[in-house]
């Protein structure tokens, strides 16, 4: 795994502490399993994380784990990808249906 990976990880979390969001969850996943492990369980979970709809609350999404999928391609298998980005143009999609 990249060290860039882990970096834009890291970053993300910083952000969203210093916007008062803790990603406890995704953090205690992320020691059990490593950053990679844990990102590929969350994007293909069937359901949008709590942590997910904060971030997009906070319009925040391009910290997001799967804004870090589509950022770093050549870590992640071609379905997590593909969840990752149905997940973000979801998300974006009801965005823009409500402004």
């Known amino acids: 795994?990249?060290?860039?990976l882990e970096e834009f990880i890291d970053?993300?979390?910083e952000l969203s502490r210093a916007k008062d969001y803790h990603p406890?969850?995704?953090m205690r996943m992320r020691e059990r399993w490593g950053t990679?492990?844990?990102?590929e369980r969350l994007v293909v979970s069937g359901e949008i994380q709590s942590?997910?709809?904060r971030l997009k609350e906070m319009d925040f999404t391009k910290w997001s784990i799967e804004a870090a999928v589509l950022k770093f391609p050549d870590e992640f298998s071609k379905p997590i990808h593909e969840a990752a980005e149905?997940?973000?143009n979801q998300a974006n999609s009801r965005s823009s249906d409500h402004a």
Do not use: N, T
């Open 11 to 13: 970053k993300s979390i």
């Open 36 to 39: 990679k492990g844990a990102i």
């Open 86 to 88: 149905f997940r973000l």
């Open 51 to 53: 942590g997910f709809r």
């Open 1 to 4: 795994m990249s060290a860039e």
């Open 24 to 26: 406890i969850i995704f």
